[in-house]
């Protein structure tokens, strides 16, 4: 089990898999994330400021324990939804004149990544939705309490963000897996695309963000979108910053990464 005391010790790159498709092909790249637990919401907020560039919606500061849980390697990428979008009749979304290939797929609803997640569960057999907010925190943050989980600095050419010091910078997406991954061996968790998850939004923790709602959103739900993106400042890429969008809702800010259980 990891807990942020010895994350330094245990955080290390897990093994990565794939599983394989109906046709004989491989599926997203995934990396296992071990037990563990964290605290949950902007650690720089104090009683009096936002030292850590926060908001209210990151609070309050809250102990999560996750169960193990895979996570994908890199955002789902236009070839991956793609092939899903081939398969099964759907329009495939359209990528800005980009490029597709390795770049995170863009122009996809909350409907459609829980449509490619269910896709991928008839193809393999597995347990695979998108991950819950609190999963994607403890996967993004991998055992730091800092803004990025590199440090508190943005510093430079580390990720995609407006103002992230990369030659992408508020321009477009980059390809998946441009930077560094984090000590999970997880990339982009930092800008490039809004990521959606499987948790309903509330503008402060209640326990939603430990729930993952499957099927049936009511007219009025917004799920929570995590990362920042490619067009979005520094402060609105840190680990702990969370947004929520309508599940119909399809921008070029917006793709997605799955998550599977053993």
């Known amino acids: 089990m990891v807990t942020i005391s010895d994350a330094k010790y245990s955080c290390q790159p897990q093994k990565f898999f794939q599983d394989r498709l109906k046709d004989g092909s491989k599926g997203p790249e995934m990396v296992w994330i071990p037990a563990g637990t964290f605290r949950m919401g902007d650690m720089n907020v104090t009683v009096t400021s936002f030292q850590g560039g926060g908001f209210d919606n990151e609070k309050p500061i809250h102990r999560v324990s996750v169960s193990r849980f895979a996570m994908g390697k890199y955002e789902v990428t236009f070839a991956e939804y793609d092939k899903f979008a081939q398969a099964t009749g759907r329009k495939k979304p359209d990528d800005e004149g980009w490029g597709r290939a390795n770049r995170p797929v863009i122009h996809v609803s909350w409907h459609d990544a829980t449509a490619y997640a269910e896709w991928i569960v008839t193809q393999t057999g597995k347990q695979y939705r998108l991950p819950s907010e609190a999963e994607w925190e403890y996967a993004a943050r991998a055992g730091t309490e800092t803004k990025y989980w590199w440090g508190n600095d943005i510093g ?107």
Do not use: M
Not at 208 to 231: A, M, N, T
Not at 232 to 257: I, N
């Open 156 to 262: 430079s050419n580390k990720a995609n963000c407006d103002g992230c010091g990369s030659r992408l910078d508020d321009k477009q997406t980059a390809p998946v897996g441009s930077f560094a991954a984090n000590p999970f061996g997880i990339y982009d968790t930092v800008g490039n695309v809004w990521e959606w998850t499987c948790s309903e939004y509330d503008n402060k923790y209640k326990g939603k963000e430990q729930q993952c709602l499957i099927k049936s959103p009511s007219k009025s739900s917004h799920f929570v979108l995590r990362g920042g993106s490619w067009d979005f400042d520094a402060g609105r890429v840190r680990s702990a910053d969370r947004d929520g969008g309508q599940p119909t809702v399809r921008l070029r800010l917006v793709g997605f990464r799955l998550a599977r259980l053993p």
